[in-house]
C-alpha cells in the first residue's frame, strides 16, 4: 500500500523512515592533469592532487567517480583503478605523447568526442560533470550542451591574472579569456578556492554566474604522519641543521630566485632544499638550470639540494624535516604547498598574494611578505629561523588551522552537498515532467528548488520524498 503525504510537510521536511536512492556516478575531467603523475614533473601540480584526492574522497562516500585526463604515453593504461569507486580514464586527444596545456585546446574537441564514445559504449550515466582548469571546462561545456548535465567548475588559475602584467601575452591568452567568460556565466556554479579568487573572477572575468567558496582539501593525516626527529633520520639531516624549503615545479611565476637571493643574504647558517623534478624537454628545466647557475653564481653550492622528483609517499617527510616552508609564488590562486607544509606542523612563509593571503594567517600559522622582494623575505626566514619559541609557536597554529579548514574529508563534504543540491534539481525535473502532479504539488516543489536556504538535510529529505515518489512507494495529497 502506498504512503499517503501531505502537501504541508513540504514546510518541514522531516521525513522518516524512506529509502534513499543509490549514489549517483560523477565525472571529473582533468584533461592535462593525470591525478597518478608524479608530482613535481612539468605540467603536474596543485590541480592532479585536488582532482585525485576529490575522486579518492568521494568514493569513500560511496559515490561512483570516472576521472577523465588525457593518454600521453602509448604504454599508459586506458583504465586505472585508484581505489573502489575511483577510476582514471585516459583518452586519445591529438598525439599520444605530453603536449603543453598551451597547445592543447585544439586537439579538445578530439576529447569531448572520445569521451561521449566511451559513454556510450560503456553505456555510463553520468549525474554531473565537475571540470578542472579552462580547457576541461571548454570540454564540459560541450558535454553540457549536448547532454544537459548540471556542470561544475573549479579554475585552479585565471588567464587574465596569470597574464595581467605580461607585456606580450601569448595568442592563447585572449581565447582563454573567453572561454573562462563563459564558464562563470553558463555553468551550474564555479567552485572558488579562496576569497581572493571571487574577487579576481568578479572584477576581471564577469558579474554574472554563481560562484561557491570551498577551499582546496587535503589528506592531513597523511602529511602529519612523520616527526622532525623520524624524517631527519630518514633523510639524513643533521638534528641541528637549519632547513629552509621549497616544494614545487621549477617555473618563473613561482619566484624561486626571490628565494634564493634571500638565502644568499642570511646571516644564519641553513641548507636549502629543492624538492620537485624537471622534464629534460621541458621549460621547467630551462628554470631549474638559470635557477642552479645562480645557486652557483651566489656562492650557494654547498648548501643547496636538489632533490629532482619525489613520490607522494616521500614528501612528508621532508615536510616535517624543515624549519620553514617557503611559497615565494608572484602568483597563487590557492597555495597547496602551505597547507601541506602546516599540516607537517611546519611554519610557512609565503608570498602576499593570490590565495595564499587566506590559506596562510599572518603572525599565527607563519608569515605573509610582499612578492618579489628578497630583503623581506630574508629578514622573515631569519625571524623564524632564530626564535624556536616562535616556530613551534606557528607550527602548533598551523596544523590546527589546516586539520579545522582544509582537511580532505571537511571539503569533500561540500563539494558533495553542492553536487546533491545540483543533481536533485535535475532528478526533480525529470519526475516532474514524467508524473501527473497537481499544480500546487508541482509548485512548492519549484519553489524549494529555489530556494538558497535549504540546508543539507533538508536536501537529503526532499532527495527522500522525491526518490520514494518515483518508486511508487509515495503518493501526493493536499491536505
Avoid at 619525489?310 to 617527510?317: H, Y
Avoid at 597547507?339 to 603572525?363: D, F, K, Y
Avoid at 514524467?434 to 504539488?441: F, I
Wanted: aromatic share 8%.
Amino acid at each position: 500500500m502506498k504512503n499517503l503525504v501531505p502537501v504541508s510537510l513540504f514546510e518541514s521536511l522531516e521525513i522518516p523512515n524512506l529509502e534513499t536512492h543509490s549514489q549517483p556516478t560523477y565525472a571529473l575531467i582533468s584533461v592535462h592533469g593525470d591525478p597518478t603523475a608524479e608530482i613535481g614533473k612539468e605540467g603536474a601540480g596543485g590541480q592532479n592532487i585536488y582532482v585525485r584526492e576529490l575522486g579518492l574522497a568521494l568514493a569513500q562516500k560511496g559515490c561512483q567517480v570516472d576521472i577523465f585526463t588525457r593518454r600521453e604515453h602509448p604504454n599508459q593504461e586506458e583504465i586505472v583503478e585508484l581505489a573502489p569507486g575511483c577510476r582514471t580514464i585516459r583518452l586519445t586527444a591529438g598525439p599520444i605523447k605530453f603536449v603543453p596545456r598551451t597547445e592543447l585546446f585544439e586537439h579538445l574537441p578530439e576529447f569531448v568526442a572520445s569521451w561521449l564514445n566511451f559513454q556510450q559504449q560503456t553505456g555510463r550515466n553520468y549525474a554531473l560533470i565537475h571540470t578542472n582548469y579552462w580547457l576541461s571546462g571548454w570540454v564540459g561545456l560541450q558535454l553540457k550542451s549536448q547532454l544537459g548535465l548540471p556542470q561544475v567548475h573549479t579554475y585552479h588559475s585565471i588567464g587574465a591574472v596569470k597574464y595581467r602584467d605580461e607585456q606580450n601575452p601569448p595568442q592563447i591568452a585572449a581565447i582563454r579569456h573567453c572561454v573562462e567568460k563563459t564558464i562563470l556565466e553558463q555553468i551550474d556554479c564555479v567552485i572558488s578556492t579562496s576569497p581572493q579568487e571571487v574577487d579576481d573572477l568578479r572584477q576581471l572575468i564577469s558579474q554574472k554566474g554563481r560562484i561557491k567558496i570551498i577551499p582546496c582539501g587535503i589528506n592531513t593525516t597523511h602529511f602529519s604522519s612523520v616527526s622532525q626527529k623520524i624524517a631527519r633520520q630518514k633523510l639524513g639531516i643533521s638534528p641541528d641543521a637549519q632547513i629552509i624549503l621549497y616544494v614545487g615545479r621549477f617555473d618563473r611565476r613561482k619566484g624561486i630566485e626571490t628565494l634564493v637571493r634571500s638565502c644568499a643574504a642570511l646571516p644564519n647558517s641553513f641548507q636549502l632544499y629543492f624538492v620537485g623534478g624537471s622534464r629534460e624537454d621541458g621549460p621547467d628545466l630551462q628554470e631549474q638550470q638559470r635557477i642552479q647557475a645562480l645557486v652557483k653564481k651566489l656562492g650557494l653550492e654547498a648548501v643547496t639540494v636538489f632533490t629532482g622528483q619525489i613520490s607522494q609517499a616521500q614528501l612528508p617527510a621532508y615536510y616535517a624535516a624543515a624549519n620553514v616552508c617557503v611559497v615565494p609564488s608572484y602568483y597563487e590562486p590557492f597555495g597547496l604547498v602551505a597547507i601541506e607544509a602546516m599540516a607537517a606542523r611546519t611554519p610557512v612563509i609565503a608570498s602576499n598574494v593570490g590565495g595564499l593571503q587566506h590559506t596562510v594567517v599572518h603572525g599565527q600559522t607563519g608569515l605573509l611578505v610582499p612578492p618579489g622582494n628578497h630583503h623581506d623575505l630574508t629578514k622573515a626566514i631569519s625571524n623564524v629561523l632564530d626564535n624556536p619559541s616562535l616556530r613551534q609557536f606557528y607550527a602548533n597554529a598551523a596544523y590546527s588551522w589546516v586539520q579545522s579548514r582544509f582537511s580532505t574529508q571537511a571539503v569533500t563534504n561540500q563539494i558533495y552537498e553542492l553536487y546533491q543540491s545540483l543533481t536533485l534539481s535535475t532528478f526533480v525535473q525529470e519526475i516532474i515532467q514524467t508524473h501527473n502532479l497537481t499544480p500546487n504539488v508541482e509548485k512548492q516543489i519549484q519553489t524549494l528548488l529555489k530556494s538558497k536556504a535549504l540546508k543539507p538535510s533538508d536536501i537529503k529529505a526532499l532527495e527522500k520524498l522525491v526518490d520514494s515518489f518515483s518508486n511508487g512507494t509515495v503518493q501526493w495529497v493536499n491536505s
